[in-house]
């Protein structure tokens, strides 16, 4: 998508004053920031990064922060998830290959499982004529990522990945879960996970795919609302870039509420869900029911 409704007429970098010749548009889960109202004794967040569909002008490659022309959920034509669609997760680095890794990396196949599954959270996006999928076996990948590697450099590897047989080749039928390693920092032009993010979905080339989502190791801050364990932590922002792969797979294409996707526009007034087996999960906008998803306390 080289322009949305946001964009459209913005046609300088109002960053470097470059001309913007397009935009690439990512899904993006910000961080968000807490402190404490002594007074009162209240713990207060707010977003230090919004989530929404965040706006990169091309070819300069700098974000910026165009007004939110709509409020109401609106489909733009795009891609969306399919019955029968596939996951994959992928598992990068030789931490992965550490047995102390191993029950780590089962707890994640289940998630995947259980998200995708939960005839509520995933079956009730049929409102948004989308389907449930499938999961099939992970791939590990020993050969470590660098210690900061750029959204572009994921797009390329994971199409290197597929050419070579590495992992399946889903085409536009489904995508893949990238799970980096400790000490790995993914960055998207100069936004940086757990400073900027916590974790995002992508397509390597629009409408075609392939379609992932990356999944930086827990940040320690600014990324779990809910408790301190760090798989609370991955499920909370895993759930969100899954739903909003099927809902919007080519990000601003598909369920948008102006510059914000499904997800996104529940997490300005957060609350703390599970699904029936137990993840904390990220709620979504419900639009038959004007209301967010609402699942265990």
């Known amino acids: 998508m080289d322009r949305c409704d946001s964009c459209r007429n913005i046609f300088k970098c109002p960053i470097c004053g470059t001309s913007s010749d397009s935009f690439r548009h990512v899904g993006v889960r910000g961080t968000k920031s807490r402190f404490r109202i002594p007074v009162v004794d209240y713990n207060l967040t707010y977003d230090k990064q919004p989530s929404g569909i965040w706006h990169y002008s ?11 022309t709509s409020s109401i959920v609106k489909y733009n034509g795009g891609p969306l998830w399919q019955d029968g669609y596939t996951w994959q997760n992928i598992y990068w680095g030789s931490y992965y290959t550490k047995p102390s890794s191993s029950q780590w990396m089962k707890r994640l196949e289940l998630v995947v499982a259980h998200l995708e599954s939960d005839t509520s959270y995933s079956g009730g996006l049929s409102t948004y004529n989308v389907g449930t999928g499938k999961l099939i076996g992970p791939v590990m990948i020993p050969q470590d990522p660098p210690s900061q590697i750029s959204n572009d450099q994921i797009a390329k590897t994971l199409i290197g990945w597929i050419s ?71 499920t909370q922002g895993l759930s969100e870039e899954m739903v909003e792969v099927k809902t919007d797979m080519d990000p601003g294409t598909g369920w948008v509420i102006g510059n914000e996707e499904i997800c996104d526009y529940c997490d300005a007034n957060f609350v703390c869900n599970r699904i029936a087996t137990g993840e904390y999960v990220n709620s979504w906008y419900d639009k038959s029911k004007n209301a967010c998803w609402i699942g265990r306390k």
Do not use: M
């Open 58 to 68: 091309q070819p300069c490659n700098h974000r910026v922060h165009p007004a939110t």
């Open 164 to 234: 070579s047989g590495t992992v399946a080749d889903l085409r536009t039928a489904g995508a893949y879960n990238i799970f980096l390693p400790p000490g790995t920092t993914a960055s998207i032009s100069g936004d940086v996970s757990c400073n900027s993010f916590c974790d995002y979905h992508d397509t390597a080339n629009g409408p075609n795919g392939p379609f992932y989502t990356v999944e930086p190791y827990p940040c320690a801050q600014g990324c779990n609302q809910c408790t301190q364990d760090p798989l609370d932590t991955l």
